[in-house]
């Protein structure tokens, strides 16, 4: 029977240590890879629509 809890602390452990590895991941790596992506996808829609529609400003 305490074999029995052993394992289920011990993979309980382990559980927690490869949550842990990829919440840090996601917030380290991939955020941050996500957000650059996003500003830059938004960036770049601008920029090509800027030069089909012409820059903002008043009409002539």
């Known amino acids: 029977m305490s074999q029995n809890n052993n394992d289920i ?3 309980n452990k382990s559980l927690k240590a490869k949550e842990l590895k990829l ?3 996601i ?4 955020f941050p890879i996500l ?3 996003v ?4 960036g770049f829609a601008v920029w090509i629509f800027q ?3 012409g820059p903002p ?3 002539t």
């Open 57 to 59: 400003g008043p009409p």
């Open 9 to 11: 602390v011990e993979d």
């Open 35 to 37: 957000a650059f992506g």
């Open 27 to 30: 917030i380290i790596l991939l």
């Open 51 to 53: 030069m089909l529609a």
């Open 23 to 25: 919440f840090l991941f």
């Open 39 to 42: 500003v830059g996808g938004y």
